[in-house]
């Protein structure tokens, strides 16, 4: 089983840059594909991003295309998020999960991180 682990979040003010990490442990994750969703307060849990298994087919919610980046280091066991130019409107606790598909959809994925937490004041 497969523990994911979320870290890089924190405070930042509009226009700014975080880094999100997703670090696999218990086995490799390098056959799986990865999504990055986050939920706001209030609001339902909402994919944002996610990767194939070797990182050549990405996919984003429309509201992040072109300020948000997911990458993969297989070696590493880690997925990141680099999310630039980022809006108030980002503000939420975004998790990590692993899923056997190339999907965006929340029940496709079975493994789920504990979530990191962005703020993004204006």
């Known amino acids: 089983q497969v523990q994911l682990v979320e870290s890089g979040g924190g405070l930042v003010q509009a226009g700014g840059s975080l880094r999100l990490s997703c670090a696999a442990s218990?086995?490799?994750?390098?056959?799986?594909?990865v999504g990055w969703f986050r939920q706001a307060p209030g609001k339902e849990r909402e994919f944002v991003s996610a990767i194939s298994p070797s990182g050549g087919i990405t996919t984003y919610t429309n509201s992040v295309k072109g300020r948000f980046a997911i990458s993969r280091d297989n070696a590493k066991n880690t997925v990141y998020l680099q999310m630039n130019s980022l809006k108030p409107e980002d503000t939420a606790v975004y998790y990590c999960a692993e899923s056997m598909r190339f999907a965006t959809t929340i029940n496709l994925y079975d493994y789920w991180g504990q979530g990191t937490q962005v703020t993004v004041s204006s």
């Open positions: 218990g086995r490799s994750f390098s056959s799986y594909c």
